[in-house]
């Protein structure tokens, strides 16, 4: 059963400093995998897509990397600001096949003063 | 326009209203997607319109009814709903249905939202 699995289910953090999310997935045959950013009450927005081949993407002060081999991806945000406090959803395509994605329980991500 | 549209922003309606929730886009897009969110958990899809007409219900109750009228708009029409059908609910929509090559890759835009509240 294709499945994405997300830790820390949530994570406090004072502002300015770094933290990393982690998604583990089972999904295969493996196509790509999205991190969203998803206000409270707002729709997910897209942060970063990766696939097979990528191991690393930055956009702004999120960086995802992936490992492919142990079906694992990490989210690092640097300098955390008040507005990152989200959830952080991972998101995992299979290739061919069904293309309903399947989506990680998320991250709340609850960045303090 | 790289916009997904949901109106109502808040619903609140009795179990024996009948209401409904657009979504509109102007992106070109052929493939628009339903989904609902209950609190502190992933959306779950509900329906997946390919070029206007339906390719998935996932075995969604018939109380909700969807309805394309063309590529640009989605409704999801609400008759007889009960409590436990109160959720957000999200509009997406993607380039188009991924296939071939394309497998998976079409970023799905979502909307803002609708919060549905059924007393």
């Known amino acids: 059963k294709n499945q994405v699995e997300q830790s820390p289910q949530s994570l406090i953090i004072l502002e300015g400093k770094n933290c990393t999310l982690q998604?583990?997935?089972?999904?295969?045959?493996?196509?790509?995998l999205r991190w969203y950013k998803q206000d409270t009450g707002r729709g997910p927005v897209s942060l970063t897509i990766m696939t097979f081949s990528e191991n690393t993407k930055s956009n702004g002060r999120y960086t995802a990397t992936l490992d492919a081999d142990t079906k694992q991806s990490s989210l690092h945000i640097t300098a955390s600001q008040l507005s990152d406090s989200a959830s952080y959803i991972c998101?995992?395509?299979?290739?061919?096949?069904?293309?309903?994605?399947?989506f990680g329980r998320g991250t709340s991500l609850i960045v303090h003063p | 326009d790289t916009e997904v549209t949901q109106t109502p922003k808040h619903l609140v309606m009795g179990m024996t209203n009948k209401k409904s929730l657009k979504c509109e886009q102007h992106?070109?897009?052929?493939?628009m997607y339903w989904y609902k969110q209950k609190a502190k958990k992933p959306p779950e899809l509900m329906f997946v319109y390919s070029y206007e007409k339906l390719s998935i219900n996932e075995s969604v109750p018939s109380r909700f009814s969807p309805e394309c009228p063309n590529s640009s708009l989605l409704n999801l029409h609400l008759h007889a709903l009960q409590p436990e059908d109160s959720a957000l609910y999200l509009c997406?929509?993607?380039?188009?249905?991924?296939?071939?090559?394309?497998?998976?890759?079409?970023?799905?835009?979502f909307g803002p939202g609708t919060r549905l509240t059924v007393l």
């Open positions: 998101v995992v395509r299979v290739s061919g096949g069904s293309y309903i994605p399947t």
């Open positions: 998604c583990n997935y089972t999904v295969s045959p493996f196509s790509n």
């Open positions: 997406a929509s993607s380039q188009e249905v991924p296939s071939g090559r394309a497998w998976g890759y079409n970023e799905q835009f």
């Open positions: 992106m070109g897009h052929r493939a």
